[in-house]
């Protein structure tokens, strides 16, 4: 037994595996730990600043390669590889060239959010784009190719110059906006560094070699775009809702206090319901591709996965306020009640965001698509309910039982799936 744990462990799969979990530890502990730094140096209202240039970043990210980086990894024929890579690469820069047609705009944008000093900042949402884009369509060439190092020397620079550079700013006294500027350069550092190691080994065939014609390519891979994307751009539209609807009602500094509170309940959440997705994925899949019951492994997975969390979160409940003033500064109590208020929003994410993976299993894909679409449309009802009633904590408190709500149809839709697929094994 030991020599075959020694034998798995030597492996290049489980090194590759082992060196992008460490690397992707890494950068999120450093981006946790870094925290009580700077809500000592920045205001909520810098805070909420970077989560509305970062709201909208994100969602422009993902329209930036239409999804098609997912299909890199695809083809047997290298030219084929390299035409989906020179695609993303267009559309990338299509979008970024969108965005620059907005710059003059800048001003009225930043009106709509109540938030005048975006629009000092807006320039840099086109190059955030064009860098965003980049590293996701080389993430997955680097898979591709299996340069894991790569990929994981870029997650742990970006995180390392993105927590100096951000604490270095506040050091500086550059403080309102230097947040989104250290976020715009240190993923533009770390990919050039990238670049730069990797270009004679895995990058510079990308220009010097034949490929397939890109509209063929971009036909054969037509799904990415017609389907991927739109789920994608719906689930990141809900992120940022809440950040782009109470921003004008309730300025900057209610939404900073919120920026802190999502950050310090759902980082550590998906820190593990990342791992627990993964080694749950596999494990499901291949019982399924054997056809052998499911059930007893995911129900044990959500039995001790709640209880854990309702012991742990009622526990925390108390000291909430003591954990957060101490952590973060007494500027930042405030956080505290509104990570109470989201309590019935974290109780199922864990649980529905590591299982989620059943859609894809069963070919579900499109009833989970049309799920988002009602659950971010349910969203912007409790969000608007609870700026009509001119309460910021009320608004929260709305949101976090319309998810509660919607991820326990979600579980049950889930169950279901498994109860159907287990009549077909009798």
């Keep these: ?27 999120q502990a450093l981006g946790i730990l870094v925290y009580p730094i700077l809500t000592r140096m920045y205001a909520p209202e810098d805070f909420a600043l970077l989560s509305l240039f970062t709201s909208t970043l994100g969602v ?17 024929e290298e030219e084929k590889a390299r035409a989906l890579v020179r695609l993303s690469g267009m559309i990338t820069l299509c979008v970024a060239g969108v965005f620059c047609l907005s710059l003059p705009f800048a001003e009225p944008i930043a009106g709509l959010f109540n938030a005048p000093e975006l629009a000092r900042w807006w320039w840099a949402m086109p190059l955030s784009i064009v860098v965003m884009g980049a590293w996701n369509i080389l993430n997955y060439w680097y898979i591709r ?3 894991f190092a790569r ?25 309102r906006g230097g947040m989104i500027l250290a976020t715009v350069l240190a993923p533009l550092v770390s990919l050039a560094i990238s670049v730069g190691m990797a270009w004679k080994k895995h990058l510079r065939e990308l220009f010097c070699e034949p490929a397939a014609p890109m509209r063929e390519v971009a036909r054969e891979y037509a799904n990415f775009p017609k389907y991927s994307l739109p789920r994608a751009l719906v689930n990141s539209v809900g992120q940022a809702l809440p950040v782009w609807l109470l921003t004008p009602c309730f300025g900057l500094q209610e939404v900073g206090l919120l920026s802190l509170a999502m950050m310090a309940s759902f980082v550590p959440l998906n820190i593990v319901t990342k791992s627990c997705y993964q080694v749950l994925f596999q494990k499901v899949s291949v019982l399924v591709q054997n056809r052998q019951p499911i059930g007893r492994v995911l129900g044990r997975f959500c039995i001790v996965t709640g209880g854990v969390l309702v012991v742990g979160m009622a526990l925390l409940y108390i000291v909430m306020p003591q954990i957060v003033t101490l952590l973060f500064g007494e500027e930042w109590t405030g956080s505290a009640d509104i990570i109470r208020a989201l309590y019935p929003y974290l109780i199922l994410t864990p649980i529905c965001g590591t299982i ?16 988002e ?25 709305l949101l976090a039982w319309t998810r509660f709500a919607y991820l326990l149809v979600q579980l049950l839709w889930f169950a279901s799936l498994v109860r159907n697929y287990h009549k077909t094994l009798s």
Excluded at 60 to 76: D, F, H, I, R, S
């Design 1 to 27: 037994m030991s020599h075959r744990l020694s034998k798995i462990w030597k492996s290049s799969s489980a090194r590759n595996v082992g060196r992008l979990l460490t690397a992707n530890v890494f950068a």
């Design 60 to 76: 422009a990210g993902l329209a930036a390669t239409a999804e098609y980086q997912y299909a890199v990894v695809l083809p047997k």
């Design 145 to 147: 190719r299996r340069a």
């Design 151 to 175: 990929i994981s020397g870029y997650q742990v620079s970006q995180s390392l110059f993105s927590a100096g550079s951000k604490v270095g700013f506040g050091a500086l006294g550059y403080l």
């Design 356 to 371: 989620s993976f059943l859609s894809d299993v069963f070919g579900k894909q499109k009833t989970a698509l049309w799920m």
């Design 373 to 397: 679409v009602v659950y971010v449309l349910m969203m912007a009802v409790a969000l608007e309910t609870g700026i009509f009633l001119g309460s910021f904590l009320g608004s929260i408190s």
